[in-house]
């Protein structure tokens, strides 16, 4: 295996871990700060403990999130110095925006949750549940807008030296790619949080642990899992739509579709052949056209419309892509069936549904990992679409050993760290609620 593939297997294992936390860090947030609302306006004890619980979870996920994000900022110069040659003018300073304007924030009035709960006041607490959910949604943000801008880069320059420089600093960050991918990112988060809460809660009612508070955390819960899978709908094809006019390439390994066509199939699961370039599998007639424009006989350019060259490994990103949708299908019925039983009064008593809960936390994170793999490998042979390819981004002068070595490290060090977590996450779950704040 060559240099080049080893760093990208590496960066792929350093991101996929990290944003295992970031995923939760979001979603927790938003619930830290409609539980502290409840307790600001409704002066109840239940709602304060509710708030402590998810912070101490948001305080160790912070953490990790933070040790494991460093490691990608590190490997640009090391793995990937000739990316930083070229596009550092414009990367840069888009990742210096993210630590600038939203980590401190978030760091900052973190540390206010966590230990400052007697020492201020409680409209003052609020605003720090407040400014760390601001502060996170921003660090999300700018890491999209980096992201966004390698697949859909705008407001570039390009010197007589090969450099890539900022022309517009505002079209760079609102390039034509960032708000749909930073909406469908913010909401996965938000389902990835609905998901571990409503699992931790119905755990806490099945086991009859911490009363009351059990069964509002359960509520809230719940009312999230409903409600995000339903709006990651509207968003996953606003998102879709941009990917269908900005990377049609992806697009038609997305769908496995070789042969431009009128009245484009949508698969819900099937085989990509890429020797004899077939697809087989279920799938609707011409609904793929119909989503994209609301007519069923749209074109959508097939791969062989483009060259060979640019085609990414369309059996992998066919598969990531229609995992993370099923998982999101599941997800909605999941969540349409916990908001019935609530509406009905059956929620906390049917045990079936509260024991099934627990097993849910790790889909999400898998609809998440799966849709990076689509998105990024997706867009191969590019790292910067149309601009740079991948292989010339990498460091020439870093050997295959030794990023084999590094990633091997990596890898043992990792499995260390996700073993911890998950001590001290149980540790807290087990504190639960009513545990000291």
Known sequence: MDAVMLARLQFALTIGFHFLFPAMTLGTSLVILISETLHLAKKDEIYRRITNFCARLLGLIFVVGTATGLTMEFSFGTNWSNYSRVVGDVFGPLLAAEGVLAFFLESVFLGVLLFARKRVSPRV???????????????????????SWMQTPAGYEITQTGRIVLGSFYDAVFNPSTMPRFLHTVMASWMTCAVMIASIAGFYVRKGLHGETAG???????????VTPLLQLGFGHMHAIEVIERQ??????????????RGAPLYAFGWVDERNEKTY???????????????FNTEIRGLKAFPREHWPPVNLVFQTY???VGVGMLLIAIGLL????????????????????????????????????????????????????????????????????????FTVVYALLFAAFLLIFVKIVRQGPAAPA
């Not at 509002?216 to 409903?226: D, P, Q, S, T, V």
């Open 248 to 261: 049609p390439v992806k697009i038609a390994a997305i769908e496995g579709q070789y042969d431009t066509v």
């Open 281 to 295: 599998g279920l799938y609707i007639p011409k609904f793929l056209s119909f989503l994209y424009n609301f007519d």
């Open 338 to 409: 916990g908001a019935w039983l609530l509406w009905t009064g059956k929620l906390y008593t049917t045990r079936w549904f509260l024991g099934l809960l627990p097993f849910l936390i790790p889909l999400p994170h898998l609809a998440h990992e799966t849709g990076w793999i689509a998105a990024e490998v997706g867009r191969q042979p590019w790292i910067i679409q149309g601009l740079l390819k991948t292989a010339d981004a990498a460091s020439v002068v870093v050997s295959a050993g030794e990023i084999l070595f590094s990633l091997a490290m």
């Open 125 to 147: 607490y609020w605003l720090s549940a407040f400014l760390v959910f601001i502060g996170g949604h921003l660090s999300a943000f700018w890491i999209v807008v980096a992201n």
């Open 216 to 226: 509002r955390m359960l509520k809230i819960g719940i009312i999230l899992l409903a």
């Open 322 to 324: 229609h995992i993370m």
